[in-house]
């Protein structure tokens, strides 16, 4: 049984990832931005928004690293597959 790569394919998707990385980067500073003005009532409202949105921001930065992480060794791993052949 033979395994069988198209590293065309892998560069691709490779690509597809850490592009897609930056969207997740930009909706989590879009949402952090949304949050950040959010008005306060009574001391509570505005600073549970701007948590929120702190919050939002810091996960969608860790998913785009780990976003652009696969897709470096996708692209890695392309490279290798089209040295061997």
């Known amino acids: ?3 069988r790569v198209n590293p ?3 560069n691709q998707s490779g690509n597809n990832l850490i592009s897609t ?4 980067q930009r909706a989590g ?3 952090n931005s949304a949050a ?3 008005p306060s009532y009574d001391g509570q409202f505005g600073p549970k928004v701007k948590a929120i949105g702190n919050e939002a921001r810091a996960i ?7 976003l652009t992480n696969h897709g470096k ?3 890695e791993r392309a490279t ?6």
């Open 36 to 38: 950040s003005s959010a």
């Open 80 to 85: 290798i597959f089209q040295t061997a052949d």
């Open 73 to 75: 060794k996708l692209l």
């Open 21 to 24: 990385s930056s969207s997740v």
């Open 60 to 66: 969608a930065n860790g998913n785009a690293e780990e």
């Open 1 to 3: 049984m033979q395994i």
């Open 29 to 31: 500073s879009s949402a």
């Open 8 to 10: 065309d394919i892998l």
